[in-house]
C-alpha cells in the first residue's frame, strides 16, 4: 500500500492515444504543470482534455495544443490572458470544443466519481447549452437532465499527499481536484511533499486515498501564472 | 440624447449604487470583470461575505502588487486576500452554494437583461470562441440576481430590451437592475422603473430603453456621489 | 455577522408544529441531544424528522417519539440497542415510517443542499423500495430517479464553530452533518467550542459558515451513547 | 443429513476463508454483524484499507474495555480504533465511495442468495420494523459483492436458491458465497461450485442447496485451519 511513484514521467507514461484526462486546476491555481509536461514529453495524440479552462501562454495545457496532442476540450470557459493556443486550434477546426456550465462540469464529474449517472439541473435551462438534453420539470422549475463525466486518467495537483494517497491542497488550489481524483480510473497526484500516513491528521484529509492511485513527489513545484508571468515556454 | 454620455453615471457610481443593497450579512457573489468593483463600495458597518466560484468564502481585496499568491485567487483570476472566517472547498460544494440557494444576491453584468427577466451575458453570438464560466449557474440559485449594466451599448443601442436577441444566460432570472442612468426591477414580467437620474426626463430615459419602463408608486431620484 | 445565540432554548424556540426537522448523527456519534432536549422541553408536535436511525434508549430522537412530537420518521435504520420508542409507536400506527437506502438517504439530503431536485442511483433498482418510482435505463444498466430531500431545521452537532458558523466536528461525529447544514431552510448548530472567526484555519472548515445560521455553545455537551450506558432517562 | 452440523466450519472459519481472497492493497467494506468477524483473520503481509459507511476509511480493531470513544464507531455502532492514514469524510462522500466503485470488495450477510446473483438480506417480510441500512448501496458499487453464510438457515432450509423469495437487497449483485460447506461463484445466471469440504458429498451437499451447483473445472478441499 505504498502509492508512491519515483518521477513525473513514470506517473504518466502509460497514458495511451485516444485517453480522456482530466487535468486539476482553475486557471493556474492547482495546475499539475509538472504532470502536464511529462505527458507532452511523452506525447500521446487524440487525448480529451477536461479542465475548467483551456491553457493560458506556452506551457501546461496551452503547450498540450499546440504539440497537437488534444482532439478535444471539455471545459466552460477557454479564455485566459493569453489563450493564443487554445484559439488558434478552435478557429482553424483543429480541436472540438464541448461547453460546460462550470457548476455543472463540477457536478458532472463529482456524479461520475459517486457512481450517479445522471441528474438534474437548473442551470442551462431554456439556453442553447441545453440543447438535446432531456428536460423535466419539477415543482413547477424546469431543470436540465445532464449526465455523470469520467475520465480513464485524472492529474491533480495537492500540497502533501501520504503514501496511502490522502490528499491535502493549497488554497484556492484545490478546486476541481477533489472530484477529479473520484471521478477517473486511474488518478495520478503531484504533490509537493509526501509524507507517511497518519502525519495528515485524520480531520483535515480533503481526499482519501481510496481516489488516489499514484502518487508521485514534486517539491519544486512551479506554479502556472508564476511561469506566465516569466513568459515560461515548454519546451 | 447627446446629453447622456455627459449625465451617465460611471462604472464606480453603478457600482456604489448596487452596494447599498447588499445588506449587512449577506452572502456574495460578484461576477467577473465589472462587477467585482461592488466590494470596493461595500457599506460602512455592514459585513459582507463574498464568495467566488473557484472555493473561496470570505475573501478580500487584492494584496499589495508583489504580494501576489497565485493560488489565491478569485473566479476572475484575479490574486486577493482572505479575511478571518474564510473557508476553501472544492467546486462542487462551491456550487452546491451557488444552485442550492445560499447566496443572498449575485450582481453581474449584461449584454442585455429582457422585461421577463432573462438575461444574456455570455456570448455575442456564433463568431469567435465561447466561454460561459459560472454565469449560467449563478443565475439559478441566489436569491436576488441583479445586473449592473452601462443603460445602452456602445453603439447607443437599448441594452434593456422586451426579449433578449442573443443566447441567454438564463430565463427569468433578473429582479432588478442598476444601469448609468437608473434603477429598474422586473416584476410579473415587466420593467418598474425605481430610480433615475434627475437630470435625465422619463421620456429620454424611455427613448434610450428597448422595453416600457412601467411605473409603480414615484420614481426617486437615482443619487449617487462623486467617486 | 455573529450567528451565536445564547442557548439551545433560544436556539429551537422558533420551530413551529409541522416543522420537518434534519437531526445529525448516526447512532450516538454526532447526535445533538442538548438541541433535542431543549426542543422537547418547549414540545412542538406533529414533525417530521430526518436521521439515520430512529432513537436508542430514552434521551435524544427516541425521549421525541415518547414525548408524542413526531408524525413521520425519514430514516434508514430504525433500528438500535433499545429500540423500544420507536417500536412501540411504528407497531402501534402513531408514526408513520419512510425507509430510505442509507447512502441514498444521504445524496438526497446533499442534493436538498446543493440544488439538485432529482438524480438516478442503482440502489434499490430492482427492490420493493424502489416501488412507485420512475427509472431509467443508463448505458444498459437500471437505475431509480430519487428526489432531492429538505427541512425546514437542522439540528446538528459539532465540535468547534466559529461566530460565522464555520464548523469542524468530531471523528465519525461528522456523518449527516455537513449534508444536513446545507439542505435545511434554517440551521441550529451545538458546538463544543465557539471561537472567533479566523480561528479555524481555512484549510481545515469542513462547514462553511454560509449553511449555518444559529450556533450556540454547549461546552459540556454528552455524547448519546454515554448517556445510554449511564441509563440516562430525558426529563 | 445430520451430518452436516457436525461437519460444517464455524462462522470464525467461514470468515477466515473469505479473508483470504482479500488482496494487498484492497479497499474493503464488511457489513454489521458476522461479516466484521472478516477483518480477524486478514493474511498476514497484506494491507486491507477498512471502509465503513458512516465515515472512516482505514479503521482498525475495538479498543480495550473503557477506552472507547463513541464518536469513533463503525457501522454497526462498535467501537473501532484508527490506522495511520486514517481519513473522516462525511455521509455523501462516504457513499460516493461505495456507489461510485472505489471498493475493491463488500462482504456482506445473507438470508438468501440466488443463483442469478439477487439478494435478499435486509428484511424478512412485512412484520417487525423493516431496517434496511447501507446494504442496497453497498451492493450496487464495490466491484466484488460476497456473501458469508450458513449454507442453510437455522432449520436446515437451503440459504442458496433458484430465486429469492424475501424482499430483494439488490438485483444480480452477488459473485461469490462464502458458505460453511462450500465456496460458489455465481456466472452467468448460475451457481458454479469452487471448493467444498472434503467430509461432504457433492451429492449431499447439492441435496442442502435451493438450485443447482454447476461444475466448471476441478472442485477444491475447502480447507480451513482450527480457529
Not at chain 1, 449526465?147 to 490528499?167: P, Q
Not at chain 2, 449577506?26 to 460602512?44: C, D, H, K
Amino acid at each position: 500500500m505504498d502509492k508512491t511513484w519515483d518521477c513525473p514521467a513514470a506517473a504518466v507514461a502509460d497514458i495511451p492515444d485516444g485517453a480522456s484526462v482530466m487535468i486539476g486546476g482553475f486557471g493556474g491555481s492547482g495546475a499539475p504543470i509538472e504532470l502536464i509536461h511529462a505527458l507532452i514529453d511523452r506525447g500521446p495524440r487524440d487525448l480529451t482534455v477536461i479542465n475548467n479552462n483551456a491553457g493560458n501562454g506556452r506551457i501546461g495545457i496551452a503547450a498540450m495544443i499546440d504539440a497537437g496532442m488534444v482532439r478535444k476540450i471539455i471545459c466552460s470557459f477557454p479564455k485566459s490572458k493569453d489563450p493564443r493556443a487554445f484559439t488558434a486550434a478552435y478557429l482553424a477546426g483543429r480541436i472540438e470544443l464541448e461547453l460546460v456550465p462550470q457548476g455543472t462540469l463540477a457536478e458532472r464529474i463529482r456524479a461520475g466519481g459517486a457512481g450517479i449517472p445522471a441528474f438534474y439541473t437548473p442551470t442551462s435551462f431554456g439556453t442553447e447549452l441545453a440543447a438535446g438534453k432531456p428536460t423535466a420539470e419539477f415543482d413547477g422549475r424546469g431543470y436540465v437532465q445532464e449526465r455523470w463525466l469520467k475520465a480513464d486518467y485524472a492529474l491533480v495537483k495537492a500540497e502533501t499527499a501520504d503514501r496511502h494517497g490522502n490528499l491535502v491542497y493549497r488554497k484556492a488550489g484545490r478546486n476541481f481536484g477533489p472530484l477529479m481524483c473520484m471521478a477517473a480510473a486511474a488518478t495520478v497526484v503531484q504533490a509537493t511533499r509526501i509524507v507517511e500516513p497518519g502525519a495528515i491528521d485524520p480531520e483535515h484529509v480533503v481526499t482519501p486515498g481510496l481516489f488516489v492511485d499514484r502518487v508521485v513527489a514534486v517539491p519544486d513545484a512551479r506554479q502556472e501564472e508564476d511561469l506566465n508571468i516569466e513568459g515560461a515556454v515548454y519546451a | 440624447m447627446s446629453d447622456i454620455a455627459n449625465i451617465k453615471l460611471s462604472n464606480a457610481q453603478i457600482a456604489w449604487r448596487a452596494a447599498q443593497d447588499i445588506e449587512d450579512g449577506s452572502y456574495v457573489n460578484l461576477g467577473i470583470g465589472f462587477p467585482e468593483m461592488v466590494a470596493r463600495y461595500q457599506v460602512a458597518g455592514r459585513k459582507a461575505i463574498y464568495h467566488t466560484e473557484n472555493g473561496i468564502l470570505d475573501f478580500g481585496p487584492a494584496p499589495a502588487p508583489g504580494q501576489e499568491d497565485w493560488d489565491l485567487i478569485n473566479a476572475g483570476k484575479k490574486a486577493v486576500t482572505l479575511n478571518p472566517g474564510a473557508a476553501f472547498f472544492h467546486h462542487a460544494d462551491s456550487f452546491a452554494m451557488v444552485r442550492g440557494g445560499h447566496l443572498d444576491v449575485a450582481i453581474l453584468g449584461a449584454f442585455e437583461v429582457a422585461e421577463n427577466g432573462d438575461l444574456a451575458n455570455w456570448s455575442v453570438g456564433k463568431d469567435g470562441v465561447p466561454a460561459v464560466g459560472g454565469a449560467m449557474d449563478l443565475v439559478h440559485g441566489a436569491k436576488r440576481v441583479a445586473v449592473i449594466t452601462d443603460h445602452v451599448t456602445k453603439t447607443g443601442a437599448p441594452k434593456l430590451v422586451e426579449r433578449c436577441s442573443l443566447p441567454l444566460t438564463g430565463v427569468g432570472c433578473v429582479t432588478r437592475v442598476y444601469t448609468s442612468l437608473a434603477v429598474v426591477d422586473i416584476e410579473g414580467g415587466r420593467f418598474v422603473l425605481r430610480e433615475k437620474l434627475a437630470a435625465i426626463s422619463l421620456g429620454d430615459l424611455q427613448a434610450v430603453t428597448g422595453a416600457t419602463l412601467n411605473l409603480d408608486g414615484p420614481v426617486a431620484d437615482l443619487i449617487v456621489p462623486e467617486l
